[in-house]
């Protein structure tokens, strides 16, 4: 695409990015969380394959570094269910406790990201992982279409 | 039976969607309209799902800064989510089994790659 | 044959739907509910979060949330598995 259309995307991607972020971690005082956060990560994604071309972002989005990302954010969400194993599965084990253990007040209040226990790490975990993979399969789409295969 | 009539009138919304989607479903012959077709199912049972948990008024339900008034529903707000990431992925799938066809029979009509030969 | 078979099925599909639509749902805005309402008043306490969503979607009803990163898992891996072209026929 033209010279201006290239460079508008490199400096929004840079945006989209934060504000991704930011809606994955707070995702348990605003609305949002780690489906949404994962979805406009990926849309910024998709809107750099637009831009460049899918033959120049090959080089850079691996299929191995993104299966990577992928499976270490599913671990990430399975560990943590798993660490609270001596009460129930899933069990909320960090309320009360140092890390993420505050309790807010009841009813309205402006709120705080040290709170929720066990949910911000899932957040995380899932952010990561639809990410990863809406960004693989989006690029695997573009990349069939155009005659070339995505390398290892 | 007219309040009912009037008021019941974002479920029937959503049944008129899942009609229009039904009839694309059952009389059309290309792939991309039937795509389309599954896509449309799917976004009326989602919006069917979150009209059931209005209630009247109210509020949502998060807490942070909250305003006056009663909360909506938050089981059915958590079931919809599921439902569109899942819809996501089974479409992205769906796509790659068409272009697979269209590049083996080249066409996209559904009557031509019917036979279930090599 | 087909065709009229394949009409009356959807019209009497259709009109067994927007009956229902009207009478046998609940009136709208007024769900019948004690299950959401337990979870509204307790979630701040039990699980410490403001967000009553998400401790529905990760606490409350954390199995659902693993059951779809599962199907997500799987649909990715298809996608990648069935848009691989494929290798050259060897010349013999």
Redesign the interface.
């Known amino acids: 695409m033209s010279k201006i259309v290239r460079t508008v995307a490199n400096q929004l991607m840079l945006f989209v990015l934060v504000f991704g972020l930011y809606v994955i971690i707070h995702g348990h005082v605003t609305p949002g969380g780690g489906f949404q956060g994962g979805a406009v990560i990926a849309s910024g994604v998709v809107v750099l394959i637009v831009a460049f071309g899918s033959g120049h972002i090959k080089n850079s989005l691996r299929e191995r570094r993104l299966s990577v990302v992928e499976s270490s954010g599913a671990l990430l969400f399975i560990l943590v269910a798993f660490a609270g194993i001596g009460t129930v599965f899933f069990y909320n084990f960090l309320v009360g406790s140092q890390i993420f253990g505050g309790i807010p007040p009841t009813g309205s209040n402006p709120g705080d990201v040290w709170t929720g226990g066990v949910i911000p790490l899932m957040n995380l975990g899932v952010g990561l992982k639809v990410t990863a993979g809406l960004s693989a399969a989006v690029l695997a789409l573009a990349l069939f279409s155009s005659g070339e295969e995505m390398e290892e | 039976m007219t309040g009912t009539l009037i008021g019941n009138f974002p479920f029937v919304a959503a049944v008129v969607l899942m009609g229009i989607a039904l009839y694309i479903l059952i009389f059309r012959r290309n792939l991309i309209k039937i795509v389309m077709g599954i896509t449309i199912l799917s976004s009326s049972v989602n919006l069917f799902l979150v009209t059931l948990g209005y209630r009247t008024g109210g509020i949502a339900p998060i807490y942070t800064d909250a305003p006056e008034g009663p909360m909506v529903l938050p089981v059915v707000q958590a079931l919809t989510l599921t439902s569109i990431v899942i819809a996501v992925a089974t479409s992205a799938l769906i796509l790659s089994l068409v272009i697979r066809i269209y590049r083996h029979t080249g066409s996209l009509d559904s009557k031509k790659s019917r036979r279930m030969k090599g | 044959m087909r065709q009229f078979f394949?009409w009356l099925f959807?019209i009497v599909?259709?009109v067994f739907?927007?009956i229902?639509?009207?009478?046998m749902?609940h009136?709208?805005?007024?769900?019948p509910?004690t299950?959401?309402q337990y979870?509204?008043d307790n979630a701040?306490?039990?699980?410490?979060?403001?967000?009553?969503?998400?401790?529905?979607?990760?606490?409350y009803?954390?199995?659902?949330?693993?059951?779809?990163?599962t199907?997500?898992?799987a649909?990715?891996t298809?996608?990648?598995l069935?848009?691989?072209?494929g290798e050259k026929k060897e010349e013999t």
């Open positions: 394949a959807l599909l259709m739907l927007v229902g639509g009207f009478e749902v009136p709208f805005g007024e769900p509910s299950m959401d979870m509204i701040q306490e039990e699980t410490g979060s403001n967000n009553v969503v998400g401790a529905v979607v990760f606490d009803r954390g199995f659902d949330t693993l059951g779809e990163a199907v997500l898992f649909a990715v298809g996608v990648l069935v848009l691989r072209a």
